[in-house]
């Protein structure tokens, strides 16, 4: 991850303990379905109107597929419920085992799938909502994610992309442990984080598996923690050619040696250094002719040294822009890499400007670029 989201995760964990509190009284041993399993709070939104009247429906078919196992058989779906909903214990601690579900009915899964999909739903629902019950003015996750977006412009996950407007909130949130892995926490707001669409797509973490890789356990990002953040850097292969979309290696490194294992399962999993190097070989040769336009634009013009002094305060700003421009990650990464390039290098691009700009500046009294 490139910046922490800074403990900003949506208020949905309190639904998620109406759950955890449901479960919990039926292993003591409630004889029948009722209000009273879940917290008081929580009872207008079981018996709401509408489209949330399905939820009391879905309550009552898990309590029946639950009631059907034997104590024991109880204790054991608690543990793995709660278990699943350790979101940020199971990213940090490999040692913990994931609980698997498969010992359980079939039909008691799905079931509690049915359940907390549809309380998810019912956090981004703009009628009566779960947001209600918690003292929220809207539902959950629009509310949600314009207190997130006042602050986070860019996807945390890649720094390549926006995130979508104000309006469009679902699709920007993706369920970390995905839900058809860990169904017992699709409506733990601990496990929803707002993602850019590229990120959440098939070909980046679509459904991939966070903590596990081949059935061995692996350390992972929690979006909500602190984390260091990585250190990027970029190499021209083509330096001849660094005008004409050349070919880039990229190097992402943790800038901590607590966090290499977790900034390795995220450049795994979301395919980090190969969209990088996609998008330099895409981009830059459009970055830097602008760049060198603003150079030129500025008048300062003073040969190989001025251009290495532009680059690297260009480099500089866009490492504090990360969370608010899109691509800064990695034009920061391109502009540092050229602030130390060869001097021919960095000679043969005012070269080049030279012999555009003079044409342009004949007839302008503008001085040409000459090297001091």
């Known amino acids: 991850m490139l910046y922490p ?10 639904v998620q303990k109406a759950l955890h509190a449901f479960v919990r009284n039926i292993q003591r041993g409630a004889g029948a379905f009722s209000d009273e399993l879940f917290p008081p709070w929580f009872k207008p939104v079981l018996n709401a109107r509408g489209r949330q009247s399905a939820l009391r429906a ?19 779906f608690l543990t793995a419920f709660e ?21 359980f009915p079939p039909s008691l899964t799905a079931a509690f799938a049915e359940l907390t999909e549809h309380l998810y739903s019912m956090t981004l629902s703009k009628s009566q909502t779960c947001g209600e019950a918690l003292g929220l003015t809207e539902p959950c996750i629009p ?3 314009k207190r997130f977006r006042s602050k986070y412009k860019v996807c945390c996950f ?25 169904p017992l926490s699709t409506a733990n707001g601990a496990n929803l984080v707002p993602m850019c669409d590229r990120c959440n797509s ?53 800038r901590t040696s607590a966090e290499r294992e977790k900034v390795g399962t995220w450049l795994d999993v979301f395919r980090i250094k190969d969209r990088y190097q996609e998008t330099l070989s895409t981009d830059s040769a459009t970055w830097l002719q602008q760049q060198l336009s603003d150079w030129v634009e500025s ?17 500089q700003k866009l490492q504090e822009e990360l969370p608010k421009t899109e691509k800064a990650i990695v034009m920061q990464a391109m502009f540092s890499h050229m602030a130390s390039a060869q001097g021919s290098v960095l000679r043969g691009l005012i070269d080049n400007l030279q012999t555009a700009y003079a044409s342009r500046s004949a007839n302008r009294g503008k001085r040409t670029l000459t090297e001091q």
Not at 213 to 219: E, F, I, L, N, V
Request: aromatic share 8%; with cysteine; proline share 6%.
């Open 299 to 315: 008048r300062s013009v003073k040969g190989v040294g001025n251009l290495r002094t532009f680059f690297r305060m260009k480099s």
């Open 5 to 14: 989201l800074n403990n900003q995760r949506p208020p949905a964990p309190r």
């Open 158 to 182: 890649c720094g390549l992309t926006d995130y979508s407007p104000i309006g469009k909130e679902r699709a920007q949130y993706d369920h970390y442990l995905h839900r058809s892995l860990y």
């Open 58 to 76: 879905k309550a009552e078919k898990a309590f029946g597929e639950l009631q059907r196992l034997t104590g024991t058989q109880k204790r054991e």
């Open 83 to 103: 278990n699943h909903n350790e979101i940020q214990h199971l990213c940090e601690n490999t040692a913990t085992r994931v609980r698997a579900l498969s010992p």
């Open 202 to 254: 098939m070909a980046n973490k679509g459904q991939k598996d966070i903590i596990r890789k081949s059935g061995a356990r692996r350390h992972a990002f929690f979006p909500y923690a602190p984390c260091s953040g990585v250190a990027v850097t970029a190499r021209c292969l083509q330096p001849d050619r660094v005008q004409r979309n050349a070919r880039w290696e990229v190097e992402v490194l943790p």
């Open 143 to 145: 509310w949600h994610f």
